[in-house]
């Protein structure tokens, strides 16, 4: 039997509405899911140590190690790989190269927290963690308006524990963005539309990805506009989405450097546009030279395109990329068919930008980071989870824990993940 796609209907509950139980199912996941990333990257430390070359070539500074042992450890499950951009950013700015790569407003916040509290490191994970929280809270506001509340807190539990949910409290950008994303659609499905406006500007400071938020805001307003509860007026707030992104450019441009250096600055990792959906064929490409190298057992020869590393784990990443671009098939489908085409709209959008560019050496580079701040695939996830058996839950809340420890494990070591 097939399920019918619904429209867009009023919340049972009104926009003013106490946010204490949307706080408290936010904050047992978040906790829940802080439990494994910590337990799952100090135990990791414990048993193998770090990879020092790794960590030498990346962050030869030691901005993602400024404590001393212990205090070291404690922050190493939230401290690696791009965190070193992030912090480095925030310190002295940016330069016209390389660090254009990665938008603003992230390490803004991070450079005055890190004046506040004295530690820019220590400002990047509670911003982190803080920004979590919150958009742990909006995203089952907005979950309770579209499947209800037990599909809304499956949804929530199911996204803390997705592997990619590793870097929601590491200092990386990606937890800002799921709360600014979340809110902005909130805003809209509420009829709150400067709000959306002004949050979905911030998306688009945040990732170049926010300005993909216009998708989901127009079907939105398109939606209400029908029904009769927003006006032709209602859709100016929306052209406040890109201001994000020109206020990124234009602080270049009178700075002295290129306004466009947000986009040249991709080819660093070799990210290029292949044609829409050209990074599905090469992904499946690079899945099956990873199935030779394992199967061959020996780095020697390299089935594919070196770029850096063990011929061996980059032959294991890209099947495990894959994987997680197959398992999002049907969960952009149930999007699709089961909530408003403006959730299942934004998700095939926001796929199509990395599929469209995919970086050359590794094709499906970073996926799991991409999948996690898709927050209508985990909306659907949650309602499926709520209507199907227990068996169900738990083999797929098993999965996402094995695989959430797993790569926290590989990050805190130093080992590169995604």
């Known amino acids: 039997m097939g399920v019918t796609v619904q429209k867009p209907q009023a919340s049972p509950r009104p926009a003013t509405h106490p946010w204490r139980a949307d ?23 414990a048993v193998w140590g770090v990879h020092a070359g790794h960590r030498l070539a990346f962050d030869p500074a030691g901005v993602t190690r400024p404590f001393g042992a212990v205090g070291d450890l404690l922050v190493a499950p939230a401290a690696r790989w791009d965190s070193v951009w992030f912090l480095t950013i925030a310190d002295s700015g940016y330069d016209g190269g390389d660090r254009t790569a990665f938008f603003p ?11 506040l509290c004295g530690s820019p490191l220590v400002a990047a994970i509670a911003i982190s ?19 209800g509340e037990e ?9 803390a524990l997705f592997p990619g949910a590793l870097w929601f409290s590491a200092a990386y950008s990606e937890s800002l963005f799921l709360m600014v994303s979340v ?88 990210r290029s546009l292949a044609g829409p959906w050209a990074g599905v064929r090469d992904g499946v490409v690079a899945a099956w030279d990873g199935v ?21 784990a980059i032959g294991r990443h890209n099947i495990a990329l894959l994987a997680c671009l197959v398992a999002a098939v049907p969960a ?38 991409f999948e996690a701040v898709l927050f209508p695939l985990f909306i659907w996830l949650g309602w499926w989870l709520a209507r199907g058996p227990a068996w169900r839950r738990a083999a797929v809340i098993s999965i996402f824990v094995a695989g959430l420890a797993a790569c926290s494990a590989l990050f805190a070591t130093w080992h590169w993940v995604a």
Do not use: K, N
């Open 23 to 45: 706080f408290a199912v936010a904050w047992r996941a978040f906790w829940l899911s802080r439990l494994v990333v910590w337990v799952a990257g100090i135990g990791a430390i």
């Open 105 to 115: 407003l992230y390490p803004l916040l991070v450079r005055i927290g890190g004046t």
């Open 129 to 147: 963690c803080a920004a979590f929280v919150v958009g742990l809270a909006a995203l089952h506001r907005l979950a309770v308006i579209e499947v």
């Open 151 to 159: 599909g809304a807190r499956w949804a929530v539990l199911s996204l």
């Open 183 to 270: 809110g902005a659609v909130l805003a809209a499905r509420q009829g709150r539309w400067l709000v959306a406006g002004a949050l979905g500007a911030l998306a688009a400071a945040t990732r170049s990805a926010g300005l993909l938020l216009l998708v989901p805001l127009a079907l939105l307003w398109l939606d209400a506009w029908r029904a009769r509860e927003a006006r032709v007026p209602d859709l100016l707030w929306l052209v406040g989405v890109p201001l994000g992104l020109a206020a990124f450019c234009g602080y270049l441009a009178l700075a002295g450097h290129p306004a466009d250096a947000p986009f040249s600055a991709q080819d660093t990792w070799h």
């Open 292 to 312: 030779r190298q394992i199967a061959h057992g020996s780095d020697d020869p390299v089935y594919f395109t070196r770029a850096a590393g063990d011929p061996m």
């Open 332 to 369: 952009v489908i149930g999007a699709l068919r089961r909530l408003p085409l403006a959730y299942g709209a934004y998700a095939l959008a926001a796929l199509l930008l990395p599929l469209s560019y995919p970086v050359a050496p590794q094709p499906l580079m970073s996926l799991v980071r």
